[in-house]
């Protein structure tokens, strides 16, 4: 069992950065796959970016690339999701999925390949 608390939202103006966290308890994180997906209001959930168990191997979404990054630390059974250059279009519930790999290159962009699920944190951009 692995549950998930993000953290890290909150409101910021077109232009500026934020950082997310996703804090993880239970003994094995760092086997897990890890994602970030986004809901905006009205909107489906769509995948952000993911990470494979050692952080080596990482995936995003088109609309992000170059201005997001996902990080891990292992050590400290955490995610992060750096957001830089915000948009307004990137306002949306920001939820962190992990899912189980097993320690292998696995990465995941779909919803139903993640095994647990953290409560959501809001990031609002302001224009």
């Known amino acids: 069992q692995v549950q998930l608390v993000e953290s890290g939202g909150g409101l910021v103006q077109a232009g500026g950065s934020l950082r997310l966290s996703c804090a993880a308890s239970?003994?094995?994180?760092?086997?897990?796959?890890m994602g970030w997906f986004r809901q905006a209001p009205g909107q489906e959930r769509e995948f952000v970016a993911a990470?494979?168990?050692?952080?080596?191997?990482?995936e995003y979404a088109d609309p992000v690339k170059g201005r997001f990054t996902i990080s891990r630390d292992n050590a400290k059974n955490t995610v992060y999701l750096q957001m830089n250059s915000l948009k307004p279009e990137d306002t949306a519930v920001y939820y962190c999925?992990?899912?189980?790999?097993?320690?292998?290159?696995?990465?995941?962009?779909?919803?139903?390949?993640?095994?647990?699920w953290g409560q959501g944190t809001q990031v609002t951009v302001s224009s």
């Open positions: 239970g003994r094995t994180f760092s086997s897990y796959a």
């Open positions: 999925a992990a899912g189980r790999s097993y320690y292998s290159n696995s990465y995941y962009t779909r919803e139903n390949e993640y095994n647990y």
């Open positions: 990470i494979n168990w050692s952080g080596g191997i990482r």
